[in-house]
């Protein structure tokens, strides 16, 4: 499969600083909950309050949940839903490669945009680089263009993760619904797309050949070559970066 990238020629609707709050606060609330999260309930709640109400209230719902909630049950339920079960796999190159040889290109990729943006994984065994906590935090804190485009060439695989935690009736759903707020809708193709990732699942390793030769969701190459890379309020240029560490403690 190849990524999506029609939403690249796109721009989001929230002010880079919303969007900044709003990517950081959904990577935080999307890790493995432990004590330190819920002592920071108050902390996100302020900081979410300025957020438009179709991001804000779905977050606020979560962390009224967070700090209510015995704290076992959920991680409980974190590690039912995002560790065990792969239709809620926080991994996006997952959604278009599987466990393909193709992923493990696209992983190098992604640490090597990370790279040429100044951004470095804290502990490269820890996390994948795809992760979408990752992906989140980089974007809020390092390079806001890069994560724009990350996330759009894996915007139905983020749909599809939105699919099955509503199946759960997931606490996390209000998480990644604030998340799909920040993000453009799907339109078009990507519905049928979708359908196709639900009904066959991730591609499976064809031996000899290339999965991208049997992309659901492919677009031109040329396509990609035209786009931007993400939304013009959201970065400067990176030439001669100063390494920010991502993934790591927070």
Request: aromatic share 4%; proline share 7%.
């Amino acid at each position: 499969m190849m990524p999506w990238r029609r939403h690249r020629r796109s721009s989001s609707r929230l002010s880079a600083a919303d969007q900044a709050t709003a990517w950081q606060v959904v990577s935080l609330l999307l890790d493995h909950p432990d004590e330190t999260l819920v002592e920071r309930v108050p902390m996100l709640t302020d900081a979410i309050a300025g957020l438009p109400d179709d991001v804000r209230m779905p977050l606020s719902r979560f962390l009224a949940r967070l700090s209510s909630a015995a704290l076992g049950e959920l991680q409980r339920d974190y590690v039912d839903t995002f560790d065990v079960t792969r239709r809620c796999c926080l991994h996006l190159t997952y959604y278009l490669h599987g466990d393909t040889r193709n992923r493990g290109a696209a992983l190098v990729r992604i640490k090597q945009d990370y790279r040429r943006a100044g951004g470095v994984l804290v502990d490269e065994d820890a996390e994948l680089p795809d992760h979408l906590c990752v992906v989140l935090e980089f974007g809020a804190g390092v390079d806001a263009d890069v994560a724009w485009r990350i996330l759009n060439d894996h915007r139905v695989g983020i749909e599809l993760l939105r699919v099955a935690l509503a199946d759960r009736d997931s606490p996390w759903l209000d998480v990644v619904d604030a998340l799909r707020r920040t993000l453009p809708a799907l339109e078009g193709d990507d519905h049928e797309a979708l359908e196709r990732l639900i009904a066959q699942g991730p591609p499976t390793e064809l031996v000899g050949l290339s999965t991208e030769l049997d992309a659901p969701y492919a677009t031109p190459s040329s396509l990609d070559e035209a786009a931007p890379a993400g939304p013009p309020h959201s970065g400067a240029s990176h030439a001669g970066p100063t390494p920010v560490t991502i993934g790591g403690p927070r």
